[in-house]
């Protein structure tokens, strides 16, 4: 199947993450794309019932572009720990619990790995674009890396403060956010989807 460009105009971004919204805002940024997010919008939080993350992107950009009737982009991203076969994964956010409480999580993480010497990680990030005709695209990024503990640094979100990208020796949590659109997972998967569907105005 052809790719489908984006035009412009009105974008939903299908999270409810305030800082999922902020980076994927900031990628978007040169195409001319008027952003609002699922939250503002008052819509509904589909349940991630897909077996990865693709699966997931795909779930969340196809019940908001059916919901507000504009074209709709959604991310699904995660840690995958190799010690732990690729946990949290698709799970990550559910390991924070319903508060979201990623300390919580980042120790529940730690917990999980004592005792084992390998820290290596990946981050993931599938994006989808749905628009409300039933055309989908979607692409999935990484970057890997390794695991510290204590956790460090204050930018960023989620499993940010444990996470050393190769090649780097700040986490995630104390990368200035400019040079962390640069490394990251979600700027991989970003720079794909730009290939495949945007255009520079």
């Known amino acids: 199947m052809t790719a489908r460009s984006w035009t412009g105009g009105r974008l939903v971004i299908a999270s409810h993450n305030p800082g999922k919204v902020t980076e994927i805002q900031a990628l978007l940024e040169p195409f001319d794309a008027e952003i609002v997010s699922a939250a503002a919008l008052g819509l509904a939080e589909p349940e991630e019932t897909g077996q990865s993350f693709i699966d997931n992107a795909l779930l969340k950009a196809r019940a908001a572009a059916f919901s507000s009737g ?4 959604a991310d699904d991203s995660g840690l995958a720990a190799v010690a732990l076969g690729g946990e949290p994964g698709i799970y ?14 980042m120790a529940k993480l730690e917990q999980a790995l004592a005792g084992k010497a390998d820290r290596r990680a990946r981050f993931h990030c599938a994006l989808a674009l749905a628009w409300p005709d039933g055309h989908e695209e979607a692409v999935e990024g990484m970057v890997a890396g390794r695991l510290v503990w204590p956790p460090r640094g204050s930018h960023g979100f989620g499993y940010d403060p444990m996470f050393v990208a190769t ?4 986490t995630f949590g104390e990368t200035a956010p400019a040079d962390k659109h640069r490394l990251s997972h979600r700027h991989d998967a970003f720079t794909q ?3 495949r569907c945007f255009r520079r105005p």
């Open 167 to 170: 090649g780097q020796t700040l």
């Open 193 to 195: 989807l730009v290939a």
């Open 92 to 105: 990550s956010a559910r390991w924070a619990g319903p508060a979201r409480d990623f300390s919580a999580a």
């Open 70 to 73: 504009l074209p709709a982009l």
